[in-house]
């Protein structure tokens, strides 16, 4: 979790349904023209993105920011291929961990800090759809104690 987590503008809840959290990481994002305008308003969908590290670089992919309505001509395309900001150690552990079985790296927040827009990608392996019921039984559950200790209570 990064540290003084600025203004929330996207967040990826499927994310925790779909996939174990291993590691978390905060990058930059590299953005042309009016992208920044169209986050600034919360036009910006990360639902179906994802990260990957080709010639040293991360990229992120499918990641979906709405064109500027007052935008001319050079308005951007709204789901290019962005290029995030990492140190070298973070992208060679990165790539490191992507080429292993099972691993992906998604989104989780993008979010504004200081006027900048950074996203936060996680490692993360995919579930299978019996730990997905479990997960939901676990859930459940919780909330079925959580009433019953609030009925208690009255």
Known sequence: MPKGLGKLIAQNKKAFHDYFI????????????????????????????YAHIEHNQAYIYNMHITQYDFGTKSNHEPTRTRKLLLHKKEIARLYGLQQQQGYSLIPLKLFLRDGYAKIEIAVAKG???????????????NRNIERALKERNR
């Open 22 to 49: 291993e590691d978390t990481y905060e990058a930059g994002l590299v953005l042309v023209g009016t992208e920044i305008k169209s986050i600034r308003l919360g036009k910006v969908s990360i639902n179906d993105a």
């Open 127 to 141: 579930k299978k759809q019996y730990d997905k019921r479990e997960d939901l039984k676990i859930k459940e559950s």
